[in-house]
């Protein structure tokens, strides 16, 4: 095996694996976190337009600024006198009718940042604007809380900023029966058997030594335990309905991780928003549905919570393409068997009342959202993983 191969194979590129005390990294399972509550993550990347996710349809001020991309009326699944869900969630509507869904709207924080980059920096490390963080919120919580960097799986071939620690990083990966043919590979034992030729102290072992252990133990113990669940749930056959697969398969193998991230991209519509929006919006509609109707036929679905944003949401008038610019604050989904919050937590955001660049102020704050998943979901302090003090919500 080539080396770069090996290196995307293992996620080696993104530090998936690096942590000290590397040698013992599943010798503490099961993992000794606060709970055994599931929390799922999902990231609509490039910003979705929310305002024509869930339509005000009767509000003149969301027809007159978009003569050419507004929903029509007639095509909307309504789940109110006044709001409906764009034409392409009709399985994810089915989720809505069924109680299992809060929608909070107008979620975001002060001085937005309209880069894709450094918005979704700022959701990911739960900062400030005015913050540069070197670490995830999620991988603050495997420091403070779980201890183990198995308590968090992103199901992708790099590790993004959410996941990572100063000391301890979650783990990537889409398959983990690759994960683990990859570690057997003589490419791995090649530079273990190089390393401890030349008898270096853990200390000053190579980064690519310190990440070969580690991978090598964390892909055994995530193939042996994913093994005996197989899912049999029919999913849509695309790359977005791989990854919950993938994610219903680890949660009913029995794996103890807690937290797990997948996104689903090409939400950036400046252009000839109306087609691209509605093919995205249907692949995670669908998708959505399969990975519930699963984890409910496994009984899995009590214990998990599936929390959906957007980087930001889009602007109010569309633009001369046809298409929206960036926004600022957009709706979150959570969904989830026992909800507190069932249907709309707070009214339809505001558009006669916009900030200075025409785009909708925030109601929420979204670190609001995330200290009530700590606290609510999976028992934890929230000061020990958020830079701050943030109030909690009361969704589950």
Not at 327 to 352: C, Q, R, W
Request: hydrophobic share 35%; net charge positive; proline share 3%.
């Amino acid at each position: 095996m080539k080396r770069r191969t090996f290196i995307k194979n293992s996620s080696l590129a993104s530090s998936t694996l690096l942590v000290p005390g590397f040698l013992k990294a599943c010798d503490a399972l099961p993992l000794t976190s606060e709970g055994h509550k599931k929390l799922v993550i999902i990231q609509l990347a490039g910003g979705n337009d929310g305002l024509n996710t869930l339509v005000q349809f009767r509000n003149d001020i969301y027809l007159k600024n978009r003569p050419v991309i507004a929903q029509k009326k007639e095509q909307l699944l309504k789940v109110s006198d006044e709001l409906g869900f764009h034409e392409s969630l009709k399985a994810f509507t089915a989720l809505y009718d069924q109680g299992h869904m809060c929608v909070l709207n107008s979620v975001g924080y002060p001085n937005p940042s309209r880069s894709h980059f450094r918005s979704t920096d700022i959701w990911q490390t739960a900062s400030g604007s005015d913050q540069y963080l070197r670490t995830g919120w999620v991988g603050r919580y495997l420091e403070e809380v779980v201890k183990n960097p198995l308590g968090a799986i992103e199901v992708d071939d790099t590790l993004s900023l959410l996941m990572k620690g100063e000391t301890i990083n979650g783990i990537a990966t889409k398959d983990p029966r690759l994960f683990y043919k990859t570690t057997r590979d003589p490419y791995f034992s090649n530079v273990l058997r190089t390393n401890t030729d030349i008898h270096l102290s853990e200390h000053n072992l190579g980064y690519l030594y310190k990440t070969a252990l580690e991978a090598k133990s964390s892909a055994a113990y995530i193939y042996e335990k994913t093994k005996v669940y197989d899912s049999k749930a029919v999913y849509p056959k695309n790359a977005f309905g791989k990854q919950l697969r993938t994610i219903s398969e680890m949660v009913n193998s029995g794996l103890e991780t807690q937290i797990y991230y997948a996104s689903l991209g090409g939400f950036d519509t400046h252009a000839n928003q109306l087609n691209a929006q509605k093919r995205l919006l249907k692949i995670y509609s669908e998708g959505m549905r399969a990975f519930v109707d699963d984890l409910k036929g496994t009984g899995a679905f009590k214990d998990t919570l599936v929390l959906t944003f957007s980087e930001f949401g889009r602007r109010l008038k569309q633009n001369t393409a046809n298409g929206t610019d960036h926004g600022a604050a957009n709706m979150v989904f959570l969904i989830g068997e026992d909800l507190k919050h069932k249907g709309m937590y707070n009214t339809p955001s505001n558009l006669a009342s916009l900030d200075a660049n025409g785009d909708i102020e925030y109601e929420i704050d979204f670190r609001d959202v995330y200290a009530s998943l700590l606290k609510e979901w999976l028992g934890t302090e929230p000061s020990k993983v958020l830079d701050g003090s943030f109030k909690t919500l009361g969704l589950v």
